[in-house]
């Protein structure tokens, strides 16, 4: 990326597309930046990701129409998070999904301050997701933890919504089997009280 | 094995257990999330086990990590910048 000299020579951005961007993207950086952290795991690379996605948004901005804004932004988000993969590891090139296998556990991200009711029912379930395998870990991050429809989760991943159906699914499943094997599930059901 | 299926909303304990996940995540059809809540409202086994995903949803999303204003504050200053067309 090249900063421009903000003085005098600086071609400035079309009003319309500053707009747009200010409208369409700037709101959604939270969620680009919970994703890119799910998709690289690393909070240098997160934020190099987002910035990354940030300069192609605005590139794309003038074609955009204005529908599903976030679902364009991750889908942009997904493509370079793949190209920057490719560049680190040739390797990959055959397999992108190799590109989201990282090795930072989320149980090193979150902290006990974190674990605010009900600590002994939210410890079992921090453990029960650490033991999840990457493909479910990650579907469990983009849905339960960063607030992403099923769709949005699949374009992300470059699978099916069916796939990501599956592997949420499964992977709460397990993470209920764990309770139970512990002896939470129906204990710890009804005191915290959620409702539907 | 179960030896009778309770219907409860038009739904077997089994047909809310296929469907369980998706519609306590919003992923179901309005008649589906109707026939669903009909039913957990009528059999205590099925709104158990509703209550012990909602709350696994709820622990994971009460452990999602923090983000550092400091961080996304910068990221929203680059946005500002790249729409001002500063950098490219």
Same mark, same amino acid.
């Given at each position: 990326?090249?900063?421009?000299?903000? @003085?005098?020579?600086?071609?400035?951005?079309?009003?319309?597309?500053?707009?747009?961007?200010?409208?369409?993207?700037?709101?959604?950086?939270?969620?680009?930046?919970?994703?890119?952290?799910?998709?690289?795991?690393?909070?240098?690379?997160?934020?190099?990701?987002?910035?990354?996605?940030?300069?192609?948004?605005?590139? *794309?901005?003038?074609?955009?129409?204005?529908?599903?804004?976030?679902?364009?932004?991750?889908?942009?988000?997904?493509?370079?998070?793949?190209?920057?993969?490719?560049?680190?590891?040739?390797?990959?090139?055959?397999?992108?999904?190799?590109?989201? @296998?990282?090795? !930072?556990?989320? *149980?090193?991200?979150?902290?006990?301050?974190?674990? !605010?009711?009900?600590?002994?029912?939210?410890?079992?379930?921090?453990?029960?997701?650490?033991?999840?395998?990457?493909?479910?870990?990650?579907?469990?991050?983009?849905?339960?933890?960063?607030?992403?429809?099923?769709?949005?989760?699949?374009?992300?991943?470059?699978?099916?919504?069916?796939?990501?159906?599956?592997?949420?699914?499964?992977?709460?499943?397990?993470?209920?089997?764990?309770?139970?094997?512990?002896?939470?599930?129906?204990?710890?059901?009804?005191?915290?009280?959620?409702?539907? | 094995?179960?030896?009778?299926?309770?219907?409860?909303?038009?739904?077997?304990?089994?047909?809310?257990?296929?469907?369980?996940?998706?519609?306590?995540?919003?992923?179901?059809?309005?008649?589906? *999330?109707?026939? !669903?809540?009909?039913?957990?409202?009528?059999?205590?086994?099925?709104?158990?086990?509703?209550?012990?995903?909602?709350?696994?949803?709820?622990?994971?999303?009460?452990?999602?990590?923090?983000?550092?204003?400091?961080?996304?504050?910068?990221?929203?200053?680059?946005?500002?910048?790249?729409?001002?067309?500063?950098?490219?």
């Amino acid at each position: 990326m090249t900063e421009r000299p903000t @003085e005098v020579d600086s071609p400035a951005a079309s009003a319309d597309a500053t707009e747009a961007f200010n409208r369409y993207v700037i709101p959604e950086l939270e969620v680009m930046y919970r994703t890119a952290r799910s998709l690289t795991r690393n909070q240098t690379d997160a934020e190099d990701l987002v910035q990354d996605t940030l300069l192609r948004a605005f590139r *794309a901005i003038e074609r955009f129409d204005g529908r599903y804004p976030r679902a364009w932004l991750l889908t942009i988000m997904r493509n370079a998070n793949i190209n920057r993969a490719r560049k680190k590891r040739p390797d990959l090139l055959d397999d992108p999904d190799l590109t989201f @296998e990282r090795s !930072v556990d989320f *149980a090193e991200t979150t902290g006990p301050e974190e674990l !605010v009711v009900d600590p002994t029912f939210d410890a079992s379930v921090t453990d029960a997701f650490a033991e999840l395998s990457t493909d479910f870990r990650q579907v469990v991050e983009l849905v339960d933890l960063n607030g992403l429809a099923y769709q949005e989760a699949a374009d992300i991943l470059g699978v099916p919504v069916g796939t990501v159906m599956s592997r949420l699914h499964r992977a709460r499943k397990r993470i209920r089997d764990h309770l139970a094997e512990h002896g939470l599930d129906s204990a710890a059901a009804l005191p915290r009280g959620a409702t539907r | 094995m179960k030896l009778f299926k309770k219907m409860r909303g038009g739904l077997s304990c089994d047909d809310v257990m296929e469907v369980l996940q998706s519609y306590l995540d919003g992923e179901t059809d309005t008649e589906t *999330a109707r026939k !669903v809540a009909s039913h957990l409202d009528e059999c205590t086994d099925c709104d158990l086990e509703s209550s012990v995903y909602q709350n696994i949803r709820v622990s994971l999303s009460t452990n999602k990590a923090p983000i550092d204003p400091v961080v996304l504050d910068s990221l929203r200053q680059f946005g500002e910048r790249v729409s001002r067309g500063e950098i490219d």
